[in-house]
């Protein structure tokens, strides 16, 4: 793949002090109300309306939904997985610009992956864009790595993907 370089130490920012009082919880559609200001600032034209949130929440079937909460009920950051037979696919994670690099996108991930592993899933995958290095690194650290990529995946055709795996064990 040839993405951006790896995420090493130096191109990584550590992450700040955690949120110790912040909660994971299954996401509802009061979540679904507060974070779409938030995903269209940050996810652009990649934005998900609000009646595809509550679509993919929903479908408890197939998916599962987390949100993070701060000690006041206000939303930090949000989640999806879905799995079918083995796999599983992390759909979305996101975290409102002012409570990144806390440790939030690490605490939901690990939770979608145990998620996964209760599903039955042997491994996960995920597209990123590949102008994204904060979150390749994140990805790269929880064990991802770089399997391919998708040509003209985000931005109506001007930005690509870098697709990543890991196994479950």
């Known amino acids: ?39 269209r600032e940050m996810f652009g034209t990649e934005a998900w309306s609000s009646s595809a949130y509550r679509a993919e929440v929903a479908d408890t079937e197939l998916r599962h939904y987390l949100a993070a909460e701060g000690p006041d009920g206000e939303l930090l950051g949000w ?31 690990a939770e979608l992956l145990d998620e996964a592993r209760r ?3 042997q491994e996960v ?5 590949v102008d994204n290095e904060a979150a390749i690194c994140l990805y790269e650290r929880e064990g991802f790595a770089r399997i391919g990529a998708r040509r003209g995946y985000y931005d109506h055709g001007r930005v690509d993907a870098v ?4 196994p479950l064990g």
């Open 1 to 39: 793949v040839s993405a951006a370089p790896g995420c090493g130490a130096a191109r990584c920012r550590e992450v700040r002090e955690p949120v110790s009082e912040a909660a994971v919880v299954p996401m509802t559609t009061r979540h679904v109300d507060a974070l779409m200001p938030y995903e």
């Open 79 to 109: 989640a999806g997985v879905m799995v079918v037979a083995d796999s599983a696919e992390i759909l979305t994670v996101g975290v409102v610009p002012s409570a990144r690099r806390q440790g939030l996108a690490v605490r939901m991930l």
């Open 119 to 121: 599903r039955g899933a």
């Open 125 to 129: 995958f995920l597209e990123v864009r």
């Open 163 to 166: 697709v990543m795996r890991r």
